[in-house]
């Protein structure tokens, strides 16, 4: 297994290298370092200073990497692990995304502070793009608390795979695990637009919505039975980002997962309105997976 992890060499990159280098468990594991520097500025009056930018750059590579190692000595002490380090320039999420497909990674991660403003390598609007463009899953690195892993499914094919990941890191961080879906009526979509239309609002009765409760639970307890897992079933009505974030602090969570959808080579990876509000506004750390392709 590959990991790459993007570091700023700040506290909020230690926690994502910690994180990273935590899946490290066989010897053929690896763990690679990324940092990206800015592009230098196109000068097309004056060729040469853009050249001078560049070759002052290139001079800074070989220090920066040898921050990266010192990041992973400070953290590790003497532990060896099987590093990689890369020192690229350019813009700061896409050449984190290409470096992962050139040196084919399993595994992206990211640190966020969940606050914008501080940092321009981990806003939050940075690890969104990474999520939305990259090609292999993504963790975004928060610090918290222990608690559950929390898995939040919306049943589709691409959100099963999360359901199986959510498993596999409940049993590699020794946590209970909880699988949720919020059903989200359609009372509760259409009742205030056809208010404002004067139209009487689409009602289900009480039957209808035990039947779709009763179905989301099967479909759930059929998937943690094919990939042998153990968890608790949570079935919720609401607006899905709200109720999944709601869990996440009353549970407490520790890390949250979540599917994405692909849509092929059209235009890479899509990132769903509620996924893209859970890696931007969860307080905890958040692994995406994807659908593999084919």
Known sequence: MRILVGSDLSGVSDEAVRQGAALIRAK????????????????????????????ALLELQPRFAAALRAQVERLFGDKSLPLSVFVEHGSDYSELIRRAEQWQADLLVVGSHGRAGL??????????????????????????ASGVVLVATDLSDP??????????????????????????ALSWRTEPVMALLGVNPVT???????????????????????????GEIRIVDGD???????????????????????????????????????????????????????
């Open 204 to 230: 289900e009765t009480p039957d209808i919505a035990d039947e779709r409760a009763t179905l989301a639970r099967q479909i759930i307890e059929g998937a943690l039975d094919r990939f042998g897992a153990k």
């Open 159 to 184: 959100s099963l795979p999360a359901i199986e990941a959510g498993a596999r890191e409940a049993t590699r961080r020794e946590r209970a695990l909880v699988v949720m879906h919020a059903t989200e």
């Open 119 to 144: 940092s321009r390598f981990f806003s939050p609007s940075v690890a969104e793009r990474v999520v939305r463009h990259a090609t292999c899953p993504v963790l975004v690195a928060r610090e918290r």
């Open 240 to 294: 899905p980002a709200t109720e999944i974030l709601k869990l996440v602090e009353t549970l407490p969570a520790e890390l949250l997962v979540v599917g994405t959808r692909g849509r092929g080579s059209v235009s890479r990876v899509m990132l769903g309105s509620v996924a893209a509000h859970l890696v931007q506004s969860a307080p905890c750390s958040v692994l995406a997976v994807r659908l593999a392709s084919g």
């Open 28 to 55: 053929a594991d690896e763990l690679g370092l990324c940092h990206v520097l800015p592009a230098p500025q196109l000068r097309t009056l004056f060729p040469q200073e853009h050249e001078r930018d560049l070759a």
